[in-house]
């Protein structure tokens, strides 16, 4: 069975954003933040867990699709609350964006990381309304 096109390429383009993410955060974010002092130090320890946290948060939600595809769920357990697309609260804030002061490798993870869990919440809206109205 053929997995629906958007799930290819919103996949790949999650698990190469995870990856470039966590490479990111291994090996220049920490040097970054040291030399960037205390206070953007923080925001940057806290933009990259609101990166991080939308990461998980659009690939637990495509496993989760994927789940659906080969039969492991049904589309409604998939939309049930707990397997939904959560954490907007933090997700969808994108307060320090245009933050000069953070690293713009930084200020790219966070545009692409929200960009991406903005586009599969409409696509969850969809599943919802097709679903379950």
Not at 4 to 10: L, N, S
Not at 69 to 92: D, K, N, Q
Request: aromatic share 6%; with cysteine; glycine share 4%.
């Amino acid at each position: 069975m053929e997995r629906p096109a958007f799930f290819h390429r919103t996949y790949d383009e999650a698990m190469d954003l995870m990856v470039e993410a966590r490479n990111y955060m291994r090996f220049i974010e920490r040097r970054e933040r040291i030399e960037a002092g205390a206070t953007v130090g923080l925001r940057m320890s806290c933009e990259a867990m609101r990166v991080t946290s939308r990461l998980t948060q659009v690939m637990a939600w495509l496993l989760t699709q994927r789940a659906v595809h080969v039969g492991e769920l049904s589309p409604e357990e998939a939309l049930a609350e707990s397997s939904r697309l959560s954490g907007a609260g933090v997700c969808l804030d994108e307060s320090f964006t245009h933050d000069a002061s953070l690293p713009s490798g930084l200020r790219s993870l966070m545009d692409r990381s929200y960009r991406l869990y903005v586009r599969v919440a409409r696509l969850e809206e969809m599943m919802v309304r097709r679903v379950l109205h």
